[in-house]
């Protein structure tokens, strides 16, 4: 049988994240970070090299990114290497939307205090098994194609306790893609009623977030959190796979709730 053979010379190909951590972090884009800088000027043509409006200035003076807008098209990284470069690693994941601004304020990292300590405490009703419903809220797929990836032998969420289900009533944390279209407000809105407390949401993707390259527009509402109460924002167009894993892992209570990384 050459499956089996197969399987004997590849070895276990399943990541042993979180308990272990993964090489491949090091080769993903997870978000543009600013280069730690002397304290400069705003630059007026700075936010121009941005198709998504991401690049403003920040209280010290240089430029800021939000990632949460920003769709990693690596633009600014080529066009103004000396101001900006790529974050290599997947934990991206921010339990508050501004905390997704980089480099970091003293304000935000303050507010998240109260954020952690809500979080913990709703999801503590959850143990070993947790349930996840994914809507698609006007995605371009792109997101979809990763979570999908969650099921593969390499992630195997299974292996953690973490399945999809059908059913909102049966879920526990609501996985939402998409720019938040006109047309499944509704849906969406009715699937989060739909779901027994505690309930957990996560933005999966910029879409989700702050509606990417498409809003603002007629048919988006620039983003999901105007529809339902958001806990866990995570960047990317798409994120990767163990980015989404990561938020899934912080929303649930099983790692450390901070802020992405600056």
């Known amino acids: 049988m050459p499956w089996v053979t197969r399987g004997l010379r590849n070895g276990v190909l399943t990541s042993r994240y979180p308990a272990r951590p993964d090489g491949y972090g090091e080769n993903w884009r997870g978000g543009v970070a600013v280069k730690p800088s002397p304290t400069r000027g705003p630059d007026a043509d700075l936010p121009d090299i941005c198709p998504t409006g991401a690049i403003a200035g920040a209280p010290h003076g240089g430029p800021a990114v939000d990632r949460g807008k920003c769709i990693l098209c690596g633009r600014c990284v080529k066009e103004r290497p000396d101001l900006f470069d790529f974050d290599r690693s997947f934990e991206v994941a921010s339990i508050a939307r501004p905390?997704?601004?980089?480099?970091?304020?003293?304000?935000?990292?303050?507010?998240?205090?109260?954020?952690?300590?809500?979080?913990a405490r709703r999801v503590r009703a959850l143990r070993r098994s947790v349930h996840l419903r994914h809507v698609d809220a006007g995605s371009d797929g792109s997101e979809e194609w990763e979570i999908a990836a969650l099921l593969g032998p390499v992630y195997d969420i299974h292996r953690l306790g973490i399945f999809f289900t059908a059913s909102p009533r049966h879920a526990d944390l609501l996985l939402v893609t998409g720019a938040g279209s006109a047309g499944m407000a509704g849906?969406?809105?009715?699937?989060?009623?739909?779901?027994?407390?505690?309930?957990?949401?996560?933005?999966?993707?910029?879409?989700?977030?702050?509606?990417?390259?498409?809003?603002?527009?007629?048919?988006?509402?620039?983003?999901?959190?105007?529809?339902?109460?958001?806990?866990?924002?995570?960047?990317?167009?798409?994120?990767?796979?163990?980015?989404?894993?990561?938020?899934i892992l912080m929303a649930i209570g099983r790692l450390p709730m901070q802020a992405a990384s600056p």
């Open 187 to 247: 849906p969406l809105r009715s699937t989060y009623e739909a779901m027994p407390d505690p309930r957990i949401v996560m933005a999966v993707g910029t879409d989700a977030i702050s509606g990417g390259i498409v809003s603002p527009s007629y048919a988006t509402a620039g983003g999901v959190g105007g529809t339902v109460p958001v806990d866990v924002w995570v960047p990317g167009s798409p994120p990767s796979p163990f980015s989404v894993l990561h938020g």
């Open 99 to 119: 905390a997704l601004v980089v480099p970091p304020t003293e304000e935000t990292s303050a507010s998240l205090a109260a954020l952690r300590e809500d979080l």
